[in-house]
Nanobody, 120 residues
Framework: QVELVESGGGLVQPGDSLRLSCAAS????????MGWFRQAPGMGRTFVAA?????????YYADSVKGRFTISKDNAKNTVYLQMDSLRSEDTAVYYC????????????WGQGTQVTVSS
């Protein structure tokens, strides 16, 4: 029903920046929020950031990325972005885009992920 496709990952040095994109498709797509999660090798999937889909949507960030990452969206393009600045080696992970329909509900839709590697 809904497909999420991430792009923009890559290999960068510590202190560099990357911008991830997630495009949503599907004729019935509607949502309360879209967000980003990440999973490092050998570790669980953790929350990174989210934004509500309404105009002037609120944003939420994990403590580990506050002040460094910025989530934004383009409703007309059904796309959410994650601007990642001052990247650290511990940011290395597969980053997954997700979407959900309600405030209290789970993230129902997931992308396949894009690899971000931060290494010196």
């Amino acid at each position: 029903q809904v497909e999420l496709v991430e792009s923009g990952g890559g290999l960068v040095q510590p202190g560099d920046s990357l911008r991830l994109s997630c495009a949503a498709s599907g004729r019935t797509f509607s949502g309360y929020s879209m967000g980003w999660f990440r999973q490092a090798p050998g570790m669980g999937r953790t929350f990174v950031a989210a934004v509500t889909w309404r105009s002037g949507g609120a944003t939420y960030y994990a403590d580990s990325v506050k002040g460094r990452f910025t989530i934004s969206k383009d409703n007309a393009k059904n796309t959410v972005y994650l601007q990642m600045d001052s990247l650290r080696s511990e940011d290395t992970a597969v980053y997954y885009c997700a979407a959900k329909a309600t405030m209290g509900g789970p993230f129902e839709y997931w992308g396949q992920g894009t690899q971000v590697t931060v290494s010196s």
